[in-house]
């Protein structure tokens, strides 16, 4: 399986991007998880999530009411949609996606994109 990000880029403070996470090889029963990001000198932290299956949506703090995830199966494709950017938004920006190896769930092995950087300007 592989997880090809798009859509970083550069954009002033208040602007939107939209970026995208596609799945290609073999996505059967393959189910992504959510975005993260990493800004310079900090570690990789959990920007938005979704639930096995899509049915709800997590966000962290410092994003909630300006990001926005969602999925589209038929394209085998996750976005994020980033409105009311700011400075300490940019970070490179990855995606994770993960198939459960056993029916339980106990064992499972992930995916990570390979990331889009994104750059806020003031």
């Known amino acids: 399986v592989q997880l090809v990000e798009s859509g970083g880029g550069l954009v002033q403070a208040g602007g939107s991007l939209r970026l995208s996470c596609a799945a290609s090889g073999s996505t059967f029963s393959v189910n992504p998880m959510g975005w993260y990001r990493q800004a310079p000198g900090k570690q990789r932290e959990l920007v938005a999530a979704l639930t096995s299956g899509g049915g709800s949506t997590n966000y962290t703090d410092s994003v909630k009411g300006r990001f926005t995830i969602s999925r589209d199966n038929a394209k085998n494709t996750m976005y994020l949609q980033m409105n009311s950017l700011k400075p300490e938004d940019t970070a490179v920006y990855y995606c994770?996606?993960?198939?459960?190896?056993?029916?339980?769930?106990?064992?499972?092995?992930?995916?990570w994109g390979k990331g889009t950087l994104v750059t806020v300007s003031p």
């Open positions: 994770k996606a993960e198939r459960w190896l056993s029916p339980s769930g106990a064992v499972r092995m992930y995916y």
